[in-house]
Nanobody
Framework: VQLQASGGGLVQAGDSLRLSCATP????????VGWFRQAPGKEHNFVAA????????YYSNSVEGRFTISKDSASNTVHLQMNNLKPEDTAVYFC????????????????????RGKGTLVTVSS
């Protein structure tokens, strides 16, 4: 099982960017899918997650109100819409999945995820 993340890039502060994560499909209906990020020299931190049904989501305090996570059930793709980006959002973003709820995922470490994709770099210049 692979999670394919895409959409990273270089933007300026205040800009928007959308990350996408392709999931295997119906097999992931019971999995929360989300994002962690790792800034240079720092640990992985939870960003946001959405339930397999797409009906529940959860965000870290640092991104709530600016980021929106959603699931396109037709394409089995999870999107992370990032608005009003700040330099402190600069990090490598990793798509992850675990058979749990979004809120529980937020309390677990990165290496406790059942599946972890390769990261995509987001750089926000000031």
């Amino acid at each position: 099982v692979q999670l394919q993340a895409s959409g990273g890039g270089l933007v300026q502060a205040g800009d928007s960017l959308r990350l996408s994560c392709a999931t295997p499909g119906q097999a992931f209906i019971t999995y929360a899918v989300g994002w962690f990020r790792q800034a240079p020299g720092k640990e992985h931190n939870f960003v946001a997650a959405v339930a397999g049904s797409g009906r529940q989501s959860y965000y870290s305090n640092s991104v709530e109100g600016r980021f929106t996570i959603s699931k396109d059930s037709a394409s089995n793709t999870v999107h992370l819409q990032m608005n009003n980006l700040k330099p402190e959002d600069t990090a490598v973003y990793f798509c992850v999945a675990r058979r749990t709820s979004p809120q529980t995922m937020s309390r677990l470490p990165f290496y406790a995820m059942d599946y972890r994709g390769k990261g995509t770099l987001v750089t926000v210049s000031s």
